[in-house]
């Protein structure tokens, strides 16, 4: 069973940077496509983005599009959300999620019932 756990919340002014870390356990990385999801208070959980586990391939929501960047390190079972240009509107729970086990090379939806283990998330605060 696949446990994955977030670090490197925190409060941030806007404009700022943060680089979220998640760390997995109990399988490797290798058949799992990865994604990072965010959830506002009053609001649904989204998805940030969500990269694969083939060719590393990516996908962002509108919102993140050229400031945030998702990488994966399955040798270290770590996964990265580099956060650059933070907005108000970014603070959220942040959820680490693995979908998967994986073993053809389709591309995998970036969609939140598409991912069944999640870690217990990290809180993102943007603000002056």
């Known amino acids: 069973q696949l446990q994955l756990v977030e670090s490197g919340g925190g409060l941030v002014q806007p404009g700022g940077s943060l680089r979220l870390s998640c760390a997995a356990s109990g399988s490797t990385l290798d058949y799992y496509a990865i994604g990072w999801f965010r959830q506002a208070p009053g609001k649904e959980r989204e998805a940030v983005t969500c990269?694969?586990?083939?060719?590393?391939?990516?996908n962002y929501a509108d919102s993140v599009k050229g400031r945030f960047t998702i990488s994966r390190d399955n040798a270290k079972k770590m996964v990265y959300l580099q956060m650059t240009s933070l907005k108000p509107e970014d603070t959220a729970v942040y959820y680490c999620?693995?979908?998967?086990?994986?073993?053809?090379?389709?591309?995998?939806?970036?969609?939140?019932?598409?991912?069944?283990?999640w870690g217990q998330g990290t809180q993102v605060t943007v603000s002056s």
């Open positions: 999620a693995a979908g998967g086990p994986i073993y053809g090379r389709s591309p995998y939806p970036c969609t939140k019932p598409h991912y069944g283990s």
């Open positions: 990269i694969s586990n083939t060719d590393g391939s990516t």
